[in-house]
């Protein structure tokens, strides 16, 4: 390397460095003492609303001693729940035995449910991937599944919002490429992670991964075993009786990551930003997608998704050509495409500058409009792909 080749590099690095502590410092503040994230409480009308059952029916519940829970409780006598207390308290009413119908209130996988497996992808950067699949996982443990969230892209951005720092904590080990490396794969399992939220795992990122891309196209030359489109789906199965839904975040790329993520899922959601650009560039996608996959195939390895889905994300409905986009989508994939739009919203950007989601930040940060208007977005969204799951386990009484 020439010198000035290695000064810009010293640059580089020196510069890494200290955005990385700028960050770090940053985080730490946002989330003192111990810059670890807590996820906020939730009142018995948010409670009584993740559950499924009313107010008043979850009132009279504790007012008959039914559930026996020290939630805590404000002078005003409010109560406060845990997102872990809602989930017993879920479990409680549905085993009540005199009322049948509230065992659907546990919404997961019953005997012979087939795991589900949710790639969000689409190779176009910044077309709503991650939010779209940390909204959606959030909500689904909110909701009572089990769920574990998959981190597949280097950038670690999932982990991120996580309150995780990828560059930082896993820079050596830790992350998903550990379980699926060709030399020493380590259990899945031990790479993967509670978070601060009841019900929901994770599988973090970092830079490493993307060792992967470049040892796959090695291992393809050796013919090493298992094959790159295995290896996540044997890592999901080691887990498997351990969750109801693995939802996976991909890289904006389609190599061998994203393929083995497709390979591996039961379901897609490719993310779409209804402008110009971000369709034509899909389109590539899906060609591309269609041409790799049937190449796969070829070697006996066809996926078996219940469904593919396009998401309208970052939606402007007063923007006149988005709403044309979005009107031309409708009309070339039709039910392909899932009726809720992920509204654009200043609350979903606002709470992604301090690494937080819509189901993180409290309502009273913004004007009220705003606030429900981008949660309404997401939680239709959100319960369309709950119907989706639903209907893959051949429920008909939810
Ligand atoms: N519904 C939304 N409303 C407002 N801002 C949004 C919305 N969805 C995503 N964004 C913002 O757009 C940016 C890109 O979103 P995101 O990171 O989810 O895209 P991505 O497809 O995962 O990107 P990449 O391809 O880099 O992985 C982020 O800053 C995010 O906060
Ligand atoms: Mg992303």
């Known amino acids: 390397m020439n010198e000035q080749a290695t000064r810009?590099?010293?640059?580089i690095q020196a510069m890494a460095t200290r955005l990385s502590r700028s960050l770090d410092t940053n985080m730490r503040n946002s989330f003192l003492p111990d810059a670890t994230k807590e996820l906020r409480r939730f009142s018995a009308a948010e409670a009584a609303d993740l559950i499924g059952v009313s107010l008043d029916h979850l009132r009279k519940q504790f007012f008959?001693?039914?559930v026996e829970l020290e939630v805590e409780t404000d002078s005003r006598g409010r109560r406060s729940f845990t997102a872990?207390?809602?989930?017993?308290t879920r479990h409680i009413i549905a085993q009540d035995s005199r009322a049948k119908k509230f065992q659907y209130l546990v919404p997961g996988r019953r005997a012979d449910d087939k795991l589900q497996i949710l790639s969000v992808a689409n190779f176009k950067g910044g077309a709503g991937k991650t939010t779209t699949a940390i909204h959606l996982a959030q909500k689904l443990a909110l909701d009572g599944y089990r769920v574990l969230a998959i981190d597949l892209d280097p950038q670690g951005s999932l982990t991120s919002m996580f309150g995780l720092r990828p560059e930082i904590e896993f820079?050596?080990?830790?992350?998903v490429y550990d379980a699926m490396r060709y030399e020493n794969p380590v259990p899945f399992n031990d790479i993967v992670r509670k978070t601060y939220f009841h019900n929901?795992?994770?599988?973090?990122?970092?830079?490493?991964l993307s060792e992967f891309e470049t040892e796959t196209a090695h291992a393809l030359r050796h013919n090493l075993q298992p094959p790159f489109y295995q290896r996540l789906a044997l890592c999901i199965a080691d887990v498997e009786n351990d969750y109801d839904v693995v939802v996976i975040d991909c890289p904006p790329q389609l190599g061998f990551i994203t393929l083995s993520a497709l390979v591996a899922s039961t379901g897609l959601l490719v993310t779409v930003v209804p402008s110009m650009l971000d369709v034509a560039s899909?389109?590539?996608?899906?060609?591309?997608a269609a041409t790799l996959m049937e190449t796969i195939a070829d070697v006996g390895a066809s996926p078996d998704w219940d469904f593919m889905k396009f998401l309208i994300t970052r939606f402007e409905p007063n923007d006149g050509p988005q709403t044309q986009m979005a009107a031309f989508l409708r009309t070339m994939f039709g039910d392909d495409v899932l009726t809720q739009t992920f509204l654009k919203s200043s609350a979903v950007s606002d709470a992604g500058l301090t690494q937080q989601?819509?189901?993180e930040i409290s309502r009273s940060d913004f004007t009220r409009q705003t606030y429900d208007r981008a949660i309404e977005s997401i939680n239709g969204v959100v319960s369309e792909i709950e119907a989706l799951i639903q209907s893959a386990w051949h429920r008909k009484d939810t």
């Not at 929901?200 to 490493?208: C, E, K």
């Not at 899909?282 to 591309?288: E, P, S």
């Open 8 to 11: 810009i590099d010293r640059r």
């Open 64 to 66: 008959n001693d039914k």
């Open 84 to 88: 872990e207390q809602v989930d017993t």
């Open 171 to 175: 820079a050596e080990m830790g992350t």
């Open 200 to 208: 929901l795992n994770l599988a973090p990122a970092g830079l490493l």
């Open 282 to 288: 899909m389109a590539q996608f899906l060609q591309l």
């Open 357 to 359: 989601t819509l189901y």
